[in-house]
């Protein structure tokens, strides 16, 4: 790739580092939408081996990739979220895309249609953990950071995501024990 396409869209994408989520950290401030992406990508790496017939690395892609309409629109919590925003999310996809060589470009716009259509197996894995990593953050936030509805959000969040896998099945289980922990504990 033509360093200055390199450069360009790395400045495209560089609000991610800056834009916030409706997480917290553990240490009390806002989540970006690329460290969320980063854990994210992170968790699909250290689950490769209960999904041996997958590809992981394809997995971490759509993991590192998937929020990248977020670098223009900002997040937006799922809650919140309207057809109306996911379809401004996905022309700001497209315009990202658009700024890298046509191999990248129909690469990627290819992974977004998978992940949006959920069916391979990368894709289902990338959508329950994205599910998951929401959860865990929030977990690990004070919960003077959630709102009111999370406190039974967050219990079912995710969960057709995970219906899928009996290991993600289990990790949605201890996630929610976590969970519970942590609104019995009121802290």
């Known amino acids: 790739m033509d360093v200055r396409t390199l450069i360009s869209f790395l400045n495209a994408v560089e609000p991610m580092k800056d834009n916030t989520r409706h997480s917290w950290t553990s240490r009390g401030r806002q989540e970006s939408v690329a460290e969320h992406s980063w854990r994210l990508a992170l968790m699909a790496y250290l689950v490769k081996d209960e999904f041996p017939e997958a590809d992981i690395s394809r997995t971490i892609l759509m993991c590192l990739c998937h929020d990248l309409g977020e670098a223009v629109t900002g997040d937006i919590p799922s809650f919140e979220k309207s057809g109306r925003d996911e379809k401004i999310e996905e022309k700001a996809v497209e315009d990202l895309l658009k700024l890298l060589p046509q191999t990248y470009e129909e690469e990627l716009a290819g992974l977004f249609h998978e992940m949006k259509e959920g069916k391979t197996m ?66």
């Open 122 to 187: 990368e894709a289902r894995i990338y959508k329950a953990l994205d599910s998951m990593e929401c959860i865990i953050q929030h977990n690990q936030a004070s919960l003077s950071t959630w709102l009111p509805l999370e406190h039974e959000l967050n219990l079912v969040y995710g969960k057709e995501n995970t219906a899928f896998s009996p290991y993600m099945e289990e990790l949605q289980r201890a996630v929610n024990e976590d969970t519970r922990e942590k609104l019995r504990a009121g802290k």
